[in-house]
Each structure stands twice: as structure tokens, then as C-alpha cells.
């Protein structure tokens, strides 16, 4: 008995420690560890177009569905698309864990663009692992869907936890020590927030997947942050137990430039900012000499759109700066989330003693 409609809400993350770059691309496994902070489902307006930042994922299986059906912000995706196939093997393999055949149902809505480095995979992907290890009763811890949610999208296993998450690159070949770990609860420092502006909300035009691959085989000066990243992770371990934002601030800046400078010397370089993105990193650093010390840093994933991370009692003053950046499209800001839940029968997306989604 499997036709329990569940349906889940997941956030995405930000890396502060950026895994760029894959050791296995079939087991998604990454060069390096990274860290990041799993955001909050409110988001406040500054200015513009406020996003909340999360995705809402309905699954049902049963064995009444012919064939699996995915729905992403309305539209049916082609399950023969091989990146598509590739993204939601994941249900596969718990289908298998469960030992079932039935199809599944799958839909789900992202309220914020997606592809623009805002880590809507992220969130997609956790929201679908979160609802379809319910929806098939798997009884999995979040370790366990942390392996399930790194298939879908590497990042996104750092989004079936709240708080500050690490993802252990881990060392076996088999991949089952690649999970992640919370280091935190969102609880531990909650005056941390994320700013963040939309100067393109445009779809990157190299994606992630291919984009990492392309840096790891050409160019030479990844090698040099795959090592230097370990000890960063250190430094950053430290800075969070002393809660030192001026030092934590500095090294997710060097992180976030670090892999944009191995982006560039990919060959052909991939880049991912713009003028805007340029214009904000000069005005952070503008910022933080006006103060004496850090107050604020700024990381860039995969995508043009900065997040400066910052304090509360910063938050003013981080948005004044960006006020007066010419270009930006709207800004708003979160704070730490507590990752995936369930939501009840009212939020379902899909049609009650149906099989379709609603609307
Ligand atoms: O796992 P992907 O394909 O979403 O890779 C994303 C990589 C970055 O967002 C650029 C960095 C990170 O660690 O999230």
C-alpha cells in the first residue's frame, strides 16, 4: 500500500565552502568537502520582486500510473532526456529500496527562478528525497537521504538538513562515507542572514553539471584549491565555533573567488558574473574597510546573482550599499532554515482522488 499522497517543502542552500568538481561523475562524488547554510522558507523584501526561496514537491506512487510522470513548475519533463533521467535516478534507487514497481506521480513547484545559481536543484531535490522516502515509508535517516538527494544534484545533499551542513567528500570508492553531516542546528547562530540580489534572472548559460567536469580536466589551477581547500575547511571550522564573523566573512569570500578564478582558468573559461556581480564585490569590500573589519562577505555560486552573508543588525546597512548599485533587479534577505518538512493534505499539488496535478 503505497498511494499515500506526501508532500514536502525544501529550501536550498548556500555554499560557503563550494564543492566544485567530481571525483566520480557517476556516484557524484566530489574532490573536495564543502560547507553551506541551509536557508529559510521567508524571505524579506528590500527591494523588487521578493522570492521565497523554497520548493514544494507532491509524490504519490501507484500502481494505477502507467508510467512515471515529473511536473516542475507546471510543465511535464521528457523522461527520456538523458540529463533529466540522470537527475531523477534517485527515485529509482528508493523505488528499489522499497522493493516496489509502482510509477510515481511527481509534482512540484520552485517559487523562485530556477538555473540562475539560486540552487533551485538544491531545493527540488531535497523536497523530492524528504517526500518520497515518506511517501514509501523507507524510514531513512537524514545521512541516508543526504546519499539519495547527492544523485540528483551534488549540492543538494546539503539540503536534507537545516542549519550549517558539511558534505564529507569521503574516501571510499563506493561512495557510502559521501554523505552530509549538520554541524549545526539553524538554532546556533541565528543572527546570520543572507542578502540576496537579483541582477540576472536569466538560466546560466553553462550548466553545473558540465561546467565542473570542464574545470577538473583542464584546468591547472584547480589542483591547487582542491589542496588548499582542506585547510580552509579548518580555518572555517574554527571561525564557526568562535563565532569570529570577520574571519568566517573573509574565508567565504576567498572560497567563492577561488573557484570563480578556476572557472576562468577552465578552458574555454566559464563565466558566471557580470558587471552587476563585479560592482557588488568592490562595494562589500568598500563596506567592510568603512568598518574597520568584516560585517559582511559575499559568495557567488554557479550564477551572477550575489549572496552577502551578514548579521543581522547589518542587514540595513549591507542593503543601502546595494541600493546604489545600478542594474540590480530586486534584493531581499533570509536567515538560517531548519530543512525539508512535510506539509499536510491542504498544500497537496496534486488533485484529491486523482492522479494529475491540480489546476
Ligand atoms: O550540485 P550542483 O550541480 O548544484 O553544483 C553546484 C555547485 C555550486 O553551487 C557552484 C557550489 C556548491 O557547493 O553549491
Not at 150 to 164: D, E, K, L, N, P
Not at 267 to 280: A, G, L, Q, W
Not at 298 to 309: C, E, R, S, V
Not at 337 to 352: A, F, N, Q, V, Y
Request: charged share 25%; aromatic share 8%; hydrophobic share 35%.
Amino acid at each position: 500500500m503505497h498511494e499515500k499522497v506526501i508532500t514536502a517543502e525544501g529550501t536550498p542552500n548556500i555554499a560557503l565552502i563550494k564543492y566544485w568538481g567530481k571525483r566520480d561523475s557517476g556516484l557524484i562524488l566530489p574532490m573536495n568537502s564543502s560547507i553551506s547554510l541551509t536557508l529559510g522558507k521567508e524571505s524579506k523584501m528590500i527591494a523588487g520582486k521578493t522570492f521565497e526561496l523554497r520548493t514544494k514537491t507532491s509524490v504519490v506512487f501507484s500502481k494505477y500510473l502507467k508510467e512515471d510522470a515529473i511536473y516542475v513548475n507546471g510543465k511535464r519533463l521528457d523522461l527520456k532526456d538523458t540529463d533529466t533521467i540522470e537527475r531523477f535516478r534517485a527515485i529509482d534507487m528508493m523505488r528499489e529500496r522499497a522493493g516496489i514497481r509502482e510509477r510515481a506521480l511527481v509534482v512540484s513547484e520552485n517559487s523562485f527562478p530556477t538555473a540562475s545559481g539560486l540552487a533551485s536543484s538544491a531545493s527540488g531535490m531535497a523536497a523530492l528525497v524528504y517526500a518520497v522516502a515518506y511517501a514509501l515509508d523507507l524510514g531513512l535517516t537524514r545521512s541516508d537521504m543526504s546519499r539519495y538527494a547527492r544523485i540528483g544534484s551534488g549540492s543538494a545533499c546539503r539540503s536534507v538538513m537545516g542549519g550549517i551542513v558539511m558534505w564529507n567528500k569521503g574516501t571510499r570508492e563506493d561512495g557510502v562515507d559521501s554523505v552530509a553531516e549538520q554541524l549545526y542546528p539553524e538554532t546556533y547562530w541565528p543572527e546570520l542572514r543572507d542578502v540576496v540580489s537579483i541582477t540576472s534572472p536569466k538560466a546560466k548559460k553553462v550548466p553545473s553539471r558540465a561546467g565542473m567536469a570542464r574545470t577538473v580536466a583542464t584546468s591547472s589551477l584547480y589542483k591547487q584549491r582542491v589542496k588548499d581547500v582542506d585547510g580552509r575547511i579548518d580555518a572555517f571550522l574554527d571561525s564557526l565555533r568562535r563565532k569570529d564573523f570577520h574571519e568566517f566573512a573573509r574565508i567565504i569570500m576567498e572560497d567563492s573567488n577561488s573557484m570563480h578564478a578556476t572557472m576562468l582558468d577552465t578552458y574555454p573559461p566559464i563565466m558566471y558574473m557580470n558587471d552587476i556581480s563585479r560592482e557588488v564585490i568592490y562595494a562589500v569590500h568598500e563596506l567592510n574597510k568603512k568598518n574597520g573589519e568584516n560585517v559582511c562577505g559575499y559568495t557567488f555560486d554557479a550564477g551572477p546573482n550575489p549572496q552577502i552573508i551578514t548579521l543581522r543588525e547589518q542587514v540595513e546597512e549591507v542593503a543601502e550599499t546595494l541600493k546604489n548599485i545600478r542594474g540590480i533587479k530586486s534584493i531581499f534577505y533570509t536567515g538560517v532554515g531548519g530543512g525539508p518538512r512535510l506539509l499536510d493534505m491542504k498544500d497537496s499539488l496534486i488533485e484529491e482522488g486523482s492522479l494529475l496535478p491540480k489546476g
